[in-house]
């Protein structure tokens, strides 16, 4: 088994690194990831956006679930793993950081260079005059149409959702305020594309770099795993740290199964001061 040692060295040894992250990046935030060290569910499946789209019953589940859920996904903070790669990428040694989370902690940590690759959940979207809003502002809704529902207690899952459980049929879902659409969360749905000038700017920063790193994703979605498919295409090495299997397997430099904040900590290690070195030395040479 690669160990993190290896991965450090993968690191050193490669100048302009395109980063790939997914939830197991996001869980010492708190925030609950999907799958199982086998790639399988550990839950129901997401909503889909047909079914959203379709039933308005699916949106009032939603929406319920979204506002117990949304005040912790908004507390939550960056971890160890998002410091490091932000430090990786002050470095200046990534092209981008490509993540499939919508909870923007690479952005808090202090990335720049990040492609939200399913979109964000700080935001929704009118989907009929395509008006984005903040997230905040449809809470402030939810709540005022909805007295009582910011109370009720229920554990947190994936993506500012929560394991509730209730009678939905009256909770009152917000139109749009411009023109009386269906409000959305501003992230891609199972069922529904990647926007294509989101690919294609990913796609263009990883033809420019040397290698992918993986990090905290088994890769399971297509919409993430295409990226390794075209590294190992170009002939550019891939490594993944990733507690369990990843579709990507068989593509592989290098798979580290880790702790992520761990096996990345040697990149928030301070450097060596130059007085320090010599130091070193010269108690070696007496």
């Keep these: 088994m690669s160990t993190p040692a290896q991965l450090q060295d993968f690191v050193e040894r490669h100048e302009r690194i395109f980063v790939l992250t997914g939830a197991g990046c996001s869980t010492d935030s708190g925030i609950p990831d999907y799958r ?32 117990v859920g949304w005040p912790r996904l908004l507390a939550a903070r960056p971890n160890g793993v998002h410091h490091a790669l932000a430090a990786l990428e002050a470095r200046g040694q990534t092209s981008l950081l490509l993540t499939q989370n919508v909870d923007r902690l690479h952005q808090a940590a202090g990335n720049r260079q990040v492609v939200d690759l399913h979109g964000r959940l700080d935001l929704v979207r009118c989907m009929d005059c395509e008006r984005r809003t903040p997230r905040a502002d449809f809470q402030a809704e939810l709540v005022a149409r909805n007295p ?122 301070p450097p060596p001061r130059a007085q320090d070195v010599g130091r070193e030395d010269w108690q070696r040479a007496s």
């Design 36 to 67: 199982d060290a086998d790639g399988q569910w550990k839950r129901a499946q997401p909503v889909t956006y047909q079914a959203f789209m379709g039933e308005h019953a699916t949106r009032q589940r939603y929406w319920a679930r979204s506002l």
């Design 148 to 269: 009582g529902w910011d109370t009720l207690d229920a554990g947190i899952a994936p993506d500012g959702d929560a394991d509730l459980e209730a009678d939905f049929d009256a909770f009152h879902v917000p139109a749009c305020t411009h023109c009386g659409g269906i409000v959305k969360p501003d992230v891609v749905y199972f069922g529904e594309h990647v926007p294509r000038e989101r690919v294609q700017a990913a796609q263009h920063a990883l033809e420019t770099s040397e290698a992918l790193l993986v990090v905290g994703s088994s890769l399971m979605v297509y919409s993430g795993f295409r990226f390794a498919q075209w590294a190992h295409k170009a002939g550019k090495p891939i490594a993944a740290l990733n507690r369990g299997r990843t579709r990507a397997d068989a593509l592989l430099t290098l798979k580290v199964e880790h702790d992520c904040a761990q096996a990345l900590a040697f990149l928030l290690a």
